[in-house]
């Protein structure tokens, strides 16, 4: 079955202090895979899409990364304006119909 | 501005009252859809349309859930007959037809709540 499941659940880091947020996947046919941030009472803001494995993007703080399982969200030095919920979204074959994991909510401490 | 956008931002209704929302997307965009989002969830997809035509319905939406998109522009949400358990966060996103994969842009939302 098609499934996308990111971890941690949550994370609270200090300012300044790097981390990963991971995004697993298993579908069949993968055509995309996008990293969005939510802000509370807010619509998801698109931030990347993958195509291929070993590809990456960088927008100021963050990279992403994409294996043929896994993608990685990277934060460089965080500052607390990153703190938000990062979605990770999953589009396979012919399908229109994106396949969402639960995402990581993280809260950056000044 | 030519983000997608969403009106209401915020919708009370008391149960069994009928409500519609409306989407504007980008305007360059021909695709068009609808999500519905509860707190701690991802999107949960509704509906999809590819210019006036509803391609794709979810088999989750009952009877009640109904959708537009008349002139392949802007898009409505119907809601009759509302529930408590439709409370949510009603999303709206736009595509456009080039690309590899779909990415998909999103309105603010409009938050209903069903007392």
């Known amino acids: 079955e098609d499934q996308v499941t990111q971890s941690p659940e949550a994370l609270r880091l200090q300012e300044g202090e790097s981390s990963s947020l991971n995004c697993s996947y298993t579908?069949?046919?993968?055509?995309?895979l996008f990293w969005y941030r939510q802000d509370p009472g807010k619509g998801p803001e698109f931030l990347f899409t993958l195509y291929s494995a070993g590809e990456e993007k960088e927008k100021e703080r963050l990279k992403a990364t994409l294996t043929k399982k896994e993608s990685f969200l990277h934060i460089t030095a965080p500052k607390p304006e990153d703190s938000a919920t990062y979605l990770c979204?999953?589009?396979?074959?012919?399908?229109?119909?994106?396949?969402w994991g639960l995402g990581t909510s993280l809260a950056v401490n000044p | 501005d030519t983000g997608v956008s969403q009106d209401p931002r915020h919708k009370i209704t008391k149960r069994g009252q009928n409500v519609t929302f409306r989407c504007d997307p980008i305007?360059?965009?021909?695709?068009l859809y609808w999500y519905r989002q509860t707190l701690g969830q991802g999107p949960e997809f509704l509906t999809y349309f590819q210019n006036e035509a509803q391609l794709e319905k979810s088999r989750l939406l009952s009877d009640r859930f109904s959708a537009e998109r008349p002139k392949g522009s802007f898009s409505t949400l119907e809601i009759q007959r509302t529930e408590q358990g439709d409370s949510a966060m009603y999303l709206c996103a736009s595509s456009p037809s080039s690309g590899l994969a779909d990415e998909q842009y999103f309105g603010p939302g409009t938050r209903l709540t069903v007392t």
């Open positions: 305007s360059e965009h021909n695709r």
């Open positions: 579908v069949s046919g993968l055509r995309g």
């Open positions: 979204a999953v589009h396979r074959g012919n399908n229109r119909k994106l396949i």
